[in-house]
């Protein structure tokens, strides 16, 4: 599929969003194939904003802006929609909230544990004070929503690492805490102050809190993972926003009973994906809008009559919305991702870079600060007037035109008919053992920008044909994937696009505090439930379904399992991540296992495997060389290839691999484009395909396969990989290439890189400093005064031509009409 790139630098407003709630006129389709048309008007803010508040006299906004990079607190005019004033802070995350006076603010400062004040100054925020939880990280206590009761000075704090609740006296500061038994969300006082709401976030439960007798009055179940909290002003009923349901709540606070639930989703009964969080009723309480994180819009409903709620539509908004609130007429909704992938001007461009160098060498200018993809992101906030009816219509159908899933697409899937990826979910396919590797962090242009008859950069090749000459033979031999991009940033929401089509919202609000150095563990790969999908992961969907599997240190640290779906069935003897073991004696802890399974006839239909090596350790003195490590990588998959080509049962398999994120360079594409392979007797042998796919695109062509549903609206939604596949089978076997390198070659030279790189910690994947490991590894190929460039992230503009094109594609599938926006569950 050809494409055109759209690089849009965001300077103030988006043109033809004035007047009306009308959507952006360029359609900007993400790298997952999902598009934005956001309504309103855009305001830039920070990285990732997770929440908005309104002053009392709603003259003003504040925004705290949580991502990788720098965190912030930006005070706004709400009145006439522009940014007042912007102060860094060290440390954050989501809560936010103004004094009654107005005259004060109070944010979370995140892993300091504590509560920051600012005095509101002639428009300005003066840092006067803070309150102080207990030592700073690694004391785990991260304070995240709160609520003030200023008649009693008192301040009610709730915690996402030590799932506390803390009664703050303002006055004195001292506090009394006391266990809630789960990670909190925020927290919220009942207009009489008796009662505080909690959202237990990881235990799908409302706790409902006595202030008066500090005990705990009850618990309701609401649903999977609840985050965002909203009062009808008299107090009478309590909505609760439910990501992983994709649902909202309704609660009759008088009874704790739940009148209704509010399907958010643009279908019935879909999976997961939607990420269901901020809410905000307008002025009459009689309309709720709510953020879909993922779905990229907001669902409006009419709430006037409660346990009679309606859908009203839907609104098309940013990336990734996470807040909304309503002054007078106008929503205002942040976008934690922005409106569009941005290009780098610093980006992959030779000229550029030449510039970058001669600015670093005449001291007259420093060069442009390399843009690492976790901090990439640039929230907005889009500003949007109430829209009536008729409107509201128009901007429904936007949305669903943006939205690439529907209900038929979750059993019918675009194909051609006799090809061995069938387009019905349990159709039978002549594959019977699906190989899947998942490796680390590369891109594109990094390992095969060199390849002539794909769409390469070659300037930006680190890991080219002598480095890597198995997957280079595989891309040649069989298919050459050129416009393949990850779903993922970083490995932390990387792992689980790769193994459940989707990362919730505790995993994507979370990622970017540990990745900015800001404190927070590494618990992404299945060690705690509340970072889980619904319905889990491949593993727990082949459970469900029959399906035979087993994992080689996928989800399995030190031989152990790290969720009960993959009890019985890790492969005890294969090293997980340790970088002092190479990926060619991984290939023989699996070839042993392999084998045996064989023998016994045992060979489960899904193994999925890790090779993590390409991550390399830099420049670490007595370590193997960024090269030796990449073609330590690259053996292994050569060897496996060659191994199971010559096996019994190579002529029923097939091999999957990718990375499981592409973070760790540039590509002058996007720095989403990353490496992929399928190898197979049933694989096209020296085909080159364009078509634009995804981390969910192989995710879903492995579960038609399979016979599997899909896991979430996003492999629903993406396109499999058919084109890839052919039905006449040729068992031709591969044969490995012996490395062109030493893969004992280590790092000797102490230079400032190799002593950067002592300080980096690779006990586990992405510990080190991103934008440092990767400048390491780009001047150790490179040369010690290269200058790396910027990662640069673009945005697909489909012209209509193209829309015809991805029309056609799909014709095998069809279409059915938009489905009423939004219905509704009673319980």
């Known amino acids: 599929?050809?494409?055109?790139?759209?690089?849009?630098?965001?300077?103030?407003?988006?043109?033809?969003?004035?007047?009306?709630?009308?959507?952006?006129?360029?359609?900007?389709?993400?790298?997952?194939?999902?598009?934005?048309?956001?309504?309103?008007?855009?305001?830039?803010?920070?990285?990732?904003?997770?929440?908005?508040?309104?002053?009392?006299?709603?003259?003003?906004?504040?925004?705290?802006?949580?991502?990788?990079?720098?965190?912030?607190?930006?005070?706004?005019?709400?009145?006439?929609?522009?940014?007042?004033?912007?102060?860094?802070?060290?440390?954050?995350?989501?809560?936010?909230?103004?004094?009654a006076d107005g005259k004060k603010l109070y944010a979370s400062g995140g892993n300091d544990n504590r509560i920051v004040q600012y005095n509101i100054v002639n428009?300005?925020?003066?840092?006067?004070?803070?309150?102080?939880?207990?030592?700073?990280?690694?004391?785990?206590?991260?304070p995240a929503g709160f609520d003030l009761d200023e008649a009693k000075n008192l301040m009610y704090v709730v915690t996402k690492e030590n799932d506390a609740l803390y009664i703050v006296?303002?006055?004195?500061?001292?506090?009394?805490?006391?266990?809630?038994?789960?990670?909190?969300y925020t927290c919220l006082l009942s207009p009489d102050r008796k009662k505080l709401y909690i959202s237990l976030w990881g235990a799908d439960r409302l706790l409902i809190w006595d202030t008066q007798t500090k005990t705990e009055i009850s618990r309701v179940a609401v649903g999977d993972n609840p985050n965002e909290l909203?009062?009808?002003?008299?107090?009478?009923?309590?909505?609760?926003?439910?990501?992983?349901?994709?649902?909202?709540?309704?609660?009759?606070?008088?009874?704790?009973?739940?009148?209704?639930?509010?399907?958010?989703?643009?279908?019935?009964?879909?999976?997961?994906?939607?990420?269901?969080?901020?809410?905000?009723?307008?002025?009459?309480?009689?309309?709720?809008?709510?953020?879909?994180?993922?779905?990229?819009?907001?669902?409006?409903?009419?709430?006037?009559?409660?346990?009679?709620?309606?859908?009203?539509?839907?609104?098309?908004?940013?990336?990734?919305?996470?807040?909304?609130?309503?002054?007078?007429?106008?929503?205002?909704?942040?976008?934690?991702?922005?409106?569009?992938?941005?290009?780098?001007?610093?980006?992959?461009?030779?000229?550029?870079?030449?510039?970058?160098?001669?600015?670093?060498?005449?001291?007259?200018?420093?060069?442009?600060?390399?843009?690492?993809?976790?901090?990439?992101?640039?929230?907005t906030l889009s500003i949007i007037p109430e829209p009536d009816a008729q409107q509201l219509k128009v901007l429904a159908k936007q949305v669903y035109d943006n939205t690439p899933y529907t209900k038929l697409k979750e059993l019918m899937a675009a194909g051609e008919p006799g090809n061995p990826i069938p387009m019905k979910v349990g159709d039978a396919s002549p594959i019977k053992h699906v190989f899947y590797i998942i490796k680390e962090n590369r891109t594109y242009d990094q390992v095969l920008g060199d390849l002539p008859q794909g769409n390469?950069?070659?300037?930006?090749?680190?890991?080219?044909?002598?480095?890597?000459?198995?997957?280079?033979?595989?891309?040649?031999?069989?298919?050459?994937?050129?416009?393949?991009?990850?779903?993922?940033?970083?490995?932390?929401?990387?792992?689980?696009?790769?193994?459940a089509a989707y990362a919730n919202d505790y995993t994507e609000k979370n990622w970017p505090t540990s990745y900015g150095g800001r404190g927070g563990t590494y618990d992404f790969?299945?060690?705690?439930?509340?970072?889980?999908?619904?319905?889990?992961?491949?593993?727990?969907?082949?459970?469900?379904?029959?399906?035979?599997?087993?994992?080689?240190?996928?989800?399995?640290?030190?031989?152990?399992?790290?969720?009960?779906?993959?009890?019985?069935?890790?492969?005890?003897?294969?090293?997980?991540?340790?970088?002092?073991?190479?990926?060619?004696?991984?290939?023989?802890?699996?070839?042993?296992?392999?084998?045996?399974?064989?023998?016994?006839?045992?060979?489960?239909?899904?193994?999925?495997?890790?090779?993590?090596?390409?991550?390399?350790?830099?420049?670490r003195v007595g370590r193997p060389t960024p090269f030796a490590h990449v073609a330590d990588n690259d053996y292994a998959v050569g060897l496996f290839i060659e191994y199971l080509s010559k096996s019994p049962v190579w002529e029923k398999s097939v091999v999957f691999i990718l990375e499981d994120d592409a973070q760790n360079g540039p590509d002058h594409v996007d720095a989403h484009r990353s490496t992929a392979y399928v190898v197979g007797p049933h694989v096209k042998r020296s085909y080159v395909d364009h078509t634009m796919y995804s981390t969910?695109?192989?995710?879903?062509?492995?579960?038609?396969?399979?016979?599997?549903?899909?896991?979430?609206?996003?492999?629903?939604?993406?396109?499999?990989?058919?084109?890839?596949?052919?039905?006449?089978?040729?068992?031709?076997?591969?044969?490995?290439?012996?490395?062109?390198?030493?893969?004992?070659?280590?790092?000797?030279?102490?230079n400032a890189l190799s002593k950067l790189s002592e300080t980096f910690d690779f006990s586990k994947e992405d510990m080190a400093p991103d934008v440092a490991f990767s400048e390491v590894i780009w001047k150790a190929v490179k040369g010690e005064h290269s200058v790396m460039p910027a990662p640069r992230r673009s945005a697909f503009v489909w012209s209509d031509e193209e829309e015809e094109e991805k029309e056609k594609e799909e014709a095998n599938v069809k279409q059915p009409l938009p489905a009423k926006a939004s219905g509704k569950t009673k319980r």
């Open 230 to 379: 909203l009062l009808t002003k008299d107090g009478h009923y309590l909505y609760v926003a439910n990501a992983n349901d994709n649902s909202v709540a309704v609660i009759k606070t008088a009874t704790t009973a739940i009148v209704e639930v509010l399907n958010t989703a643009l279908y019935p009964n879909a999976p997961n994906g939607s990420t269901t969080n901020g809410m905000a009723l307008n002025e009459t309480e009689t309309t709720l809008y709510v953020a879909n994180a993922d779905n990229n819009c907001m669902a409006v409903f009419d709430v006037e009559e409660k346990g009679e709620s309606r859908s009203k539509g839907f609104i098309p908004t940013g990336w990734y919305p996470t807040s909304v609130k309503v002054v007078g007429r106008k929503i205002f909704v942040s976008n934690g991702k922005g409106v569009t992938s941005l290009a780098n001007p610093y980006g992959p461009n030779p000229a550029v870079r030449k510039q970058a160098v001669t600015y670093q060498a005449g001291d007259a200018k420093k060069p442009q600060e390399v843009q690492y993809i976790g901090g990439l992101f640039k929230g």
């Open 123 to 142: 428009k300005q925020l003066q840092l006067t004070d803070s309150f102080l939880l207990g030592k700073k990280w690694p004391n785990k206590i991260s």
């Open 169 to 184: 006296d303002l006055a004195t500061k001292k506090m009394e805490q006391f266990p809630l038994g789960a990670k909190a």
């Open 696 to 750: 969910s695109s192989m995710l879903r062509t492995i579960e038609l396969i399979l016979g599997l549903p899909p896991m979430s609206q996003y492999d629903a939604a993406a396109m499999p990989m058919w084109r890839c596949f052919t039905p006449q089978a040729n068992t031709t076997a591969f044969t490995a290439i012996a490395p062109n390198v030493d893969l004992n070659e280590k790092n000797e030279k102490v």
């Open 456 to 499: 390469g950069d070659t300037s930006l090749v680190l890991f080219g044909r002598k480095i890597t000459p198995n997957q280079h033979a595989l891309a040649e031999q069989f298919v050459l994937l050129d416009n393949f991009y990850v779903d993922a940033e970083v490995s932390a929401d990387g792992h689980n696009w790769s193994t």
């Open 525 to 619: 790969e299945g060690q705690k439930n509340i970072a889980h999908p619904r319905g889990g992961f491949i593993w727990d969907h082949c459970l469900r379904a029959g399906i035979s599997y087993r994992t080689y240190g996928e989800f399995a640290d030190d031989g152990q399992p790290n969720i009960p779906a993959l009890v019985g069935r890790v492969c005890a003897n294969f090293t997980s991540w340790d970088e002092s073991v190479r990926d060619t004696t991984r290939f023989y802890q699996w070839r042993h296992d392999f084998d045996s399974l064989v023998a016994a006839n045992a060979l489960p239909q899904l193994n999925t495997l890790r090779f993590i090596n390409d991550h390399t350790e830099g420049l």
């Open 1 to 99: 599929m050809k494409h055109l790139l759209f690089a849009a630098l965001l300077l103030g407003i988006l043109p033809g969003t004035t007047g009306v709630a009308q959507a952006q006129t360029k359609k900007v389709t993400l790298p997952n194939g999902w598009s934005l048309t956001p309504a309103g008007k855009q305001l830039p803010l920070g990285d990732l904003p997770l929440n908005v508040v309104v002053s009392p006299d709603k003259k003003l906004l504040a925004v705290t802006n949580n991502g990788q990079s720098v965190q912030s607190i930006q005070l706004i005019d709400a009145v006439n929609d522009k940014v007042l004033h912007s102060v860094e802070i060290p440390k954050s995350w989501y809560g936010l909230h103004f004094s």
